[in-house]
Structures are given as C-alpha cells and as structure tokens.
C-alpha cells in the first residue's frame, strides 16, 4: 500500500511511514484479509484514541494523536543588542524562538534578515540542529594573521602587496587556484556522509579560495595600544592580512541537502517553520549533519591557512602572531546548567578571555576582540558592522568606480569588489561595538588598506 493509498484511507502523508510499519506486521501476523487490513487503518485515522496501547496500532495511533495535541509551553526568549534592526529580523528571532526544542535565543546589533534565523541571531536548542540556523555557508569565519613587515611598507611597495592578493587567492562562484593546493584535512575521512564523499573532489579543487559576497581578503594595520600577552604581541603598529571566507561550495551542499531532509520530515503544524526545520542530535540524519559540519568547520579552517601561507609567502613574509573564529556554526555547549546546541549564524563567540576578530567595512576598522563571557547573549557578539542595505537598493544607489576613488583618495586602494559591498551598505561598525561594550572588549584595531573582493557581483549569504 502506498502513500496515495493511504491517504485516500485518511492517513496524511507524515504519518505513513507508521502505518505501512503497522501494515507490514498485519501482513506478517496473517491475522486480517487485505480489505480487512485497509478497514482496520482506515478505523485508526478516524478514532486513533481508540487503538492507543494496541500491540499493532499504538506508534501510528500515538503519531495521529500528536498532531491534534497543542503545544502550551511558552516560546523561548531572547534578549536585543543594538536598536538599529530590521523589524523582519525580529521576527525571524520570534518565529525560532517558538520551535518546539528552542530553549534561548540573542540577537546581535549587526542582526538582519537571513534565511531561517536572522544573520545576526544567536539560537540555543535542546539535543536538536538547524541547518539552516547555521547557515548556508557553514564555518563561514575569520583569520588575521600578523605579519614581519613595516606598516609603511603598504605605499612604498602596493605593487608587491597587490600582487599577493591577487595570486594568493581567488574570487567568484565555483572559482579555484589553477594548481590544487593542499592540507591535512584532505587526508581526513570524507565519507563521513554521501554529501562530504561526492563534493570531496569539488573542495579539494577550491581549497585557498574566497567565494564572493561580502568575503574579502585585505591587508591593512593593526594597532596594539597595550602589551597583549595572550596575543603575543608588544604594543606596536603592525602590518596584517585578513580574510573572510568559509566551506565554499561544498558546505553549501551540505546545509542545502540536510535542511531539505529536516523540512521533509516537518509535521503539518510545524509545516511553517520551514527553513527553521531541525534534526534530532539522535537521529541518523542529525548525526550525519553533525559530523559533515564539524569537515566543514576543519576544511575552512584549512581553507584559510591555505590562503595566509600563500600571500604570506608570495609577499615573502612570516607570520608572527594571529586571531581567528568561525561565525556560523554550531557548538555543544554547557547554558542553564545543561548542554545544549547553540548555533550562531553570524555572530562571533565570545567566551570570557576568548580572541575574536570583528570587521567593519572595506573602509571601517575591524577590531580584535576579546570575550566578556555574557551569558544573557549566550556568550556570543556580532560578527561584523551588519547590512543596513540590500544589495539591489546598494546597486541601484552606488557606482562602484566612483567609490573606488574615493576610497583611494582616503588611503584605502580596493582592487575589485562590488557596489552591493561599499561602506555605504553597513552599519558604523564603531556604534556596533559601543552596542556590545558588555560582550566583548576591543584588544587592537585593524585599518584596511589594501582590499580585494569578488567583483562580478556574485551573491552570497553572509
């Protein structure tokens, strides 16, 4: 008996798995004809109260009852940074807040609208995963790496720098090096899920690659205005390499693929969650998921040292010292006295003592952060200045060219890079951090001089 059949029977759709188990044991059990056996399933979806406990019945029973049940527990809560934010991400905020496993949310002052969760929005679950929660670009991160080269060496010598960037590392949808690059995590298990085995080659291929969108790979100088022991380094102007980039396309595939099996499995009156589905950490798909995201987070950890140690050395530079964080994962973490799930889909952890790295815009500090461990934000902060403009409107609003200008007469060169990107699309990133003055403290600050996006107008989320 199918589906269609069932449903003809008044078995809707989610429920057939259960009756076609119940069916099969009938069959088994030879007890009942075939119209008896139809009769029978027809007679549970009809008065399922009747057939809880039934040694045959009672799973399909119970799952036609739970439909019917409503919820009465109260939506989880989250608290505001910030107050400039679209009143649309609030209600994304709003709407993860009422999933039935929710348990705490934050949002961040950089918060806007995203997919599912708001980019900016900070969501603890119990013993349940969100693809989408994590977001599409999964381990979507920071790296700043301190370098042994003269700050003034940025003007005297931008053909050297230029040429570094350009080489070091590529932009674009489904861009890679010409040469494949390598690391350690291509030696890892990648048939740890069907997704991470087919999409190996395709990483592997794009390893040291930036994407497009808002990811960015600049040079610019970092200010230490006191001795910082856990960053090793002295009080002191320095020259510095930052990048923004993730999993590229291969942990696209990832959350596209997990998120469509979450939303699959979704009952009619969860139904308009729909990108906010979930997975059990205790079933198969939520262990699959899990183990492809924690690739995902090593290979853009990987993909990042790919792109340092080959601007590094294109420059003919060694890196002294460095920060670096991810921005969209998920973690197993110890809140309310028990482990939870917190996924941060844009936003920076920050643990007390933990470094993080905050940008702002091609033409907006970004700042080394070290963490208050806040645990009203779940001991999390904003993982840069935030949109506060589409990117139509940005492209309908600004000439990229005359920007580019600009900037360079203010002493920022941008090599390439797109409308929807100039610093007109951002929040001041100095009010953001005055907005989270109770998150994070600021350790150092970096001053982009030299910046290179994608420039095709390629798009991507944050």
């Known amino acids: ?15 057939c798995p259960q009756a076609i188990q119940a069916i099969q044991e009938l069959v088994k059990q030879k007890s009942l004809s075939k119209p008896e056996v139809r009769e029978r399933i027809r007679q549970v979806a009809e008065s399922p109260s009747l057939f809880v406990g039934d040694p045959v019945m009672d799973a399909l029973a119970r799952e036609l009852l739970e439909e019917g049940v409503l919820e009465h527990r109260e939506p989880a809560t989250y608290q505001t940074w910030g107050s400039d934010i679209d009143p649309a991400a609030h209600q994304q905020m709003q709407d993860a807040c009422h999933l039935p496993d929710a ?28 693809p989408y929660a994590v977001g599409v670009d999964i381990a979507c991160r920071m790296k700043l790496s301190v370098l042994d080269v003269a700050p003034d060496d940025l003007d005297s010598q931008f053909h050297r720098f230029r040429v570094a960037l350009e080489k070091g590392t590529c932009f674009g949808v489904g861009e890679s090096h010409d040469q494949r690059q390598h690391h350690d995590v291509m030696d890892e298990d990648w048939t740890v899920t069907r997704i991470t085995r087919e999409n190996k080659d395709k990483a592997h291929r794009q390893l040291g690659s930036s994407g497009s969108g808002n990811h960015f790979a600049e040079f610019g100088v970092l200010t230490v205005t006191e001795d910082q022991a856990d960053l090793g380094l002295p009080a002191g102007r320095y020259t510095a390499l930052m990048t923004h980039s993730g999993s590229r396309g291969t942990g696209a595939s990832v959350c596209s693929t997990y998120s469509a099996i979450a939303q699959q499995q979704l009952r009619r009156k969860h139904e308009r969650f729909g990108r906010l589905a979930w997975l059990s950490m205790d079933s198969e798909p939520g262990q699959e998921y899990w183990a492809a995201m924690n690739l995902m987070g090593r290979y853009a950890a990987a993909n990042h040292a790919v792109i340092h140690r080959l601007v590094s050395s294109l420059l003919g530079a060694q890196i002294i010292a460095g920060v670096e964080n ?45 963490g208050r461990g806040n645990e009203q934000s779940l001991r999390s902060a904003s993982h840069g200045a935030g949109r506060c403009m589409s990117r ?57 001089r030299i910046v290179k996006m994608c420039g095709d107008g390629s798009k991507a989320e944050d």
């Open 1 to 15: 008996m199918n589906a269609r059949q069932l449903e003809k029977l008044g078995i809707p759709r989610w429920a």
């Open 103 to 130: 348990v705490a949310g934050a949002l961040m002052p950089d918060a806007h609208v995203g997919y599912g969760l708001p980019i900016g929005g900070v969501l603890a679950m119990d013993n349940a995963v969100v």
């Open 392 to 448: 139509r409107a940005a492209h309908d609003k600004y000439n990229f060219r005359a920007v580019q200008k600009d900037l360079e007469r203010k002493g920022v060169r941008v090599l390439s890079a797109g409308a929807d990107e100039v610093p007109g699309v951002y929040k001041k990133i100095e009010s953001v951090m005055s907005e989270q003055s109770d998150l994070v403290e600021k350790v150092a600050r970096f001053d982009p």
């Open 326 to 370: 991810h921005h969209n994962f998920a973690w197993l973490e110890e809140h309310f006295g028990r482990q939870v799930v917190v996924h941060r889909k844009g936003a920076t952890p920050a643990s007390k003592g933990e470094l993080g790295v905050i940008p702002g815009s091609m033409a907006d500090p970004a700042f080394i952060v070290r």
